[in-house]
Nanobody, 123 residues
Framework: QVQLVESGGGLVQTGGSLRLSCAASGRTFSSYAMGWFRQAPGKERAFVAAISVSGGSTVYADSVKGRFTISRDNAKNTVYLQMNSLKPEDTAVYYC????????????????WGQGTQVTVSS
C-alpha cells in the first residue's frame, strides 16, 4: 500500500513557475515508477510525465516537453514536477500516481493515486 499526498499547487500568471511535490508513505517507494497526470474541468484525466524507479528514465506529454521536469528523491520518498513557462491551458487538478514496475503513460495502469492539487494559470 502506498499513500500519496500532493502539494505546491496554486494560482500563477502566464509565464510563471510552480513546483509540485508528491510525498509517498511506506518503505517501498523506490520500487514504484511515478507519474503526474492532470484533469481539467470537463475533460478526462491526462498523462503529463512519468519517471522510472531509479529516476534514470523520464517520459513527457508533448504538450509539456521542454517546460516541465519530473524528478524524484528516493531518500525523501518524494517526486517533483517543476513547471515553467506556464500557460492558461495548463490549468487543471494535478495528480501523482504510483505503479509497481516500469513507468507507463496510461491512466488505468497506475495502482495508487493522490488527492490532487489545483493549478490555475491566469492570462
Amino acid at each position: 500500500q502506498v499513500q500519496l499526498v500532493e502539494s505546491g499547487g496554486g494560482l500563477v500568471q502566464t509565464g510563471g513557475s510552480l513546483r509540485l511535490s508528491c510525498a509517498a508513505s511506506g518503505r517501498t517507494f523506490s520500487s514504484y515508477a511515478m507519474g503526474w497526470f492532470r484533469q481539467a474541468p470537463g475533460k478526462e484525466r491526462a498523462f503529463v510525465a512519468a519517471i522510472s524507479v531509479s529516476g534514470g528514465s523520464t517520459v513527457y506529454a508533448d504538450s509539456v516537453k521542454g517546460r516541465f521536469t519530473i524528478s524524484r528523491d528516493n531518500a525523501k520518498n518524494t517526486v517533483y514536477l517543476q513547471m515553467n513557462s506556464l500557460k492558461p491551458e495548463d490549468t487543471a487538478v494535478y495528480y501523482c500516481a504510483a505503479i509497481r514496475g516500469p513507468l507507463r503513460t496510461q491512466v488505468r495502469a497506475y495502482d495508487y493515486w493522490g488527492q490532487g492539487t489545483q493549478v490555475t494559470v491566469s492570462s
